[in-house]
């Protein structure tokens, strides 16, 4: 059974910095696209950022694009979100989530391609 697990969120204030963490469990990641999602409130769920388990390959959404980074450690099936100048408009839930699909497809965007997601971890950026 596939287990993803996050950690990282927090309170920080605009500017600052927060790592999330995602380690998963139950099987090998190697051919998973890894990807975070987040869900403000009264907002939809929307894509951040993805990284293919295999080479590295990323994708970021325009509002993550310069401040956000995506890396993965494939020893310790963890895949990070590294956060820098964040905003306000920054807080929400953030979800770790594990494209499945085989052969790896290109980095995808939309969350139902997604097979398995976290419990999420709330990020709240105050001003």
């Known amino acids: 059974q596939v287990q993803l697990v996050e950690s990282g969120g927090g309170l920080v204030q605009a500017g600052e910095s927060v790592r999330l963490s995602c380690t998963g469990s139950?099987?090998?990641?190697?051919?998973?696209?890894m990807g975070w999602f987040r869900q403000g409130p009264g907002k939809e769920r929307e894509f951040v950022a993805a990284?293919?388990?295999?080479?590295?390959?990323?994708r970021y959404a325009d509002s993550a694009e310069g401040r956000f980074t995506i890396s993965r450690d494939n020893v310790k099936n963890t895949v990070y979100l590294q956060m820098n100048f964040l905003k306000p408009e920054d807080t929400a839930v953030y979800f770790c989530a594990a494209d499945s699909r085989f052969p790896p497809p290109s980095i995808s965007d939309v969350a139902t391609l997604y097979e398995y997601w976290g419990q999420g971890t709330q990020v709240t950026v105050s001003s």
């Open positions: 990284i293919a388990w295999l080479g590295g390959y990323t």
């Open positions: 139950g099987r090998s990641f190697n051919n998973f696209i």
